[in-house]
Nanobody, 121 residues
Framework: QVQLAESGGGLVQAGGSARLSCAASGTIWSIIAMGWYRQGPGKQRELVAEITNGGSINYADSVKGRFTISRDNSKNTVDLQMNSLKPEDTAAYYC???????????????WGKGTLVTVSS
């Protein structure tokens, strides 16, 4: 079994910063990709940022230049540094990791339970 544990988030003033972290634990052979998604009130879940094991990074246009995703392969963690936060960044943020639990298995997507980020104006 694989579990993802998220930390960080909370209430932040507009223009401020916050850092989210997500750690994977359990039976892990390799992690193919890691990413952060968010779901705002009344909105669909959307990609915020993702990073592959090859180091390729993709950001949503709305966060480019403000958010930075990073990963630590030795700890199976992925972080999201969020700067210059805006009220429209208010959302539940979810970690997603695509993980192989055996060398011969294909990757399976695992999700965290989500952590709430509220940006006040």
């Amino acid at each position: 079994q694989v579990q993802l544990a998220e930390s960080g988030g909370g209430l932040v003033q507009a223009g401020g910063s916050a850092r989210l972290s997500c750690a994977a634990s359990g039976t892990i052979w390799s992690i193919i990709a890691m990413g952060w998604y968010r779901q705002g009130p009344g909105k669909q879940r959307e990609l915020v940022a993702e990073i592959t094991n090859g180091g390729s990074i993709n950001y949503a246009d709305s966060v480019k230049g403000r958010f930075t995703i990073s990963r630590d392969n030795s700890k199976n963690t992925v972080d999201l540094q969020m700067n210059s936060l805006k009220p429209e960044d208010t959302a539940a943020y979810y970690c997603k990791q695509i993980i192989r639990i055996r060398s011969w298995s294909s990757g399976t997507a695992y999700w965290g339970k989500g952590t709430l980020v509220t940006v006040s104006s």
